[in-house]
């Protein structure tokens, strides 16, 4: 089983992350930038899920620090609103770029599918399918598993 470090200070959103992976995947999650900085340093993760916006710091400092890590994990950095700047530098860091909302459906996606090197999608564009459902590829690849 992949091993997931979540990184969310909101407690109820961090729990709705957790259930969406909770069977296919080990789910640790952390509230603050520092505590999760040093779960990094003590253990190798598959998979890093953080928000953008972590009080002090930003969730793309995980992502680079997570970079660093010999077992390099994946990473998916999500916000609240879609944000081609901010999708563009989530990417530019070799990371995947989600909306909060869709995440709790793409989680699994992301988390049982074989992924692409790195986030493929036009950060400038709206996704091509977001007009039927919002949170660009790995949640449209849910929608179509699971139907309507």
Known sequence: MPNVLVVEPNARFAARLRRA?????HVETQKK???A?????ERPYDFVITNLRLADYNG???VYLAATHSAR???VVYTKERDPWIAHEVQHAKAFYEIAECLPVTLMAYVTSAL???DRRDAAQPDRRSGARSGGRRCWDRHVQQGP
Request: aromatic share 4%; glycine share 0%; charged share 25%.
């Open 73 to 75: 994990p994946r990473c």
């Open 116 to 118: 692409p090197a790195t």
């Open 37 to 41: 900085k040093k779960r990094l340093a």
């Open 33 to 35: 930038f520092e505590s």
């Open 21 to 25: 992976v909770q069977t296919v995947s």
């Open 60 to 62: 793309l400092h995980l």
